[in-house]
C-alpha cells in the first residue's frame, strides 16, 4: 500500500502511493504471489523490506486497519520509509559485525547498533522523532573509516 511503482520492466501497472495494489486480498496476502515475475511484477519478487513493513504493522499499528480507515496510511506510510531506513542501516552495521576492526571502530559499531536498534517500546510519535539524519551521519562516518578494514579493498 506504502508504495508507488510506474508501469515498465518492473511492474505491469502504475500504482500510487498509499494505494492498495490491486493484487492485495483482504487478508494482506498477495494473490498472485506465486507467479509475480510471469504476470509482470518482478519489482516486487524482488524488493525486500528488510523487515520493517511487519516490524512497523506488529509492533507500532498493531491494530491498525487501513483498510477501513483509509486516514492510517499517511501515518503508516510515513513509520514504514523511517523504519525501513533504520533497518537497511541495521543490515549494513550486522554485516560490518564480521570485520576484524580496532577496538574502538568496533566500540562505534555496537554504538550505532544499539542507536538504530528501535526499541520494542516505540511509539509512531517516538518514532517520527528519531533524528534519522543525524544518525545517518554517525553511520556514514563510520562506514567511510571502514574503507581501510575491507578485506581486498585498495586505499585512495
Known amino acids: 500500500?506504502?508504495?508507488?511503482?510506474?508501469?515498465?520492466?518492473?511492474?505491469?501497472?502504475?500504482?500510487?502511493?498509499?494505494?492498495?495494489?490491486?493484487?492485495?486480498?483482504?487478508?494482506?496476502?498477495?494473490?498472485i504471489h506465486a507467479g509475480l515475475t510471469d504476470a509482470g511484477y518482478g519489482g516486487c519478487a524482488r524488493y525486500d523490506c528488510k523487515g520493517a513493513g511487519q516490524r512497523v504493522m506488529r509492533e507500532l499499528f498493531p491494530d491498525a486497519d487501513w483498510w477501513r480507515d483509509p486516514g492510517l496510511r499517511a501515518p503508516l506510510a510515513d513509520a514504514?520509509?523511517?523504519?525501513?531506513?533504520?533497518?537497511?542501516?541495521?543490515?549494513?552495521?550486522?554485516?560490518a559485525r564480521a570485520l576484524p576492526l580496532p577496538a574502538p571502530l568496533a566500540e562505534?559499531?555496537?554504538?550505532?547498533?544499539?542507536l538504530f536498534h528501535p526499541p520494542a517500546d516505540w511509539t509512531p510519535a517516538t518514532l517520527a522523532a528519531f533524528d534519522l539524519p543525524g544518525a545517518n551521519r554517525g553511520l556514514t562516518a563510520f562506514l567511510r573509516a571502514l574503507r581501510a578494514h575491507v578485506p581486498g579493498r585498495t586505499r585512495g
Open 108 to 114: 562505534d559499531r555496537e554504538a550505532l547498533i544499539a
Open 80 to 95: 514504514f520509509a523511517t523504519m525501513r531506513r533504520i533497518h537497511e542501516a541495521l543490515v549494513l552495521l550486522n554485516a
Open 1 to 31: 500500500m506504502a508504495l508507488p511503482f510506474d508501469r515498465g520492466d518492473d511492474f505491469a501497472r502504475d500504482k500510487p502511493a498509499l494505494h492498495p495494489c490491486p493484487h492485495l486480498h483482504g487478508g494482506f496476502g498477495c494473490g
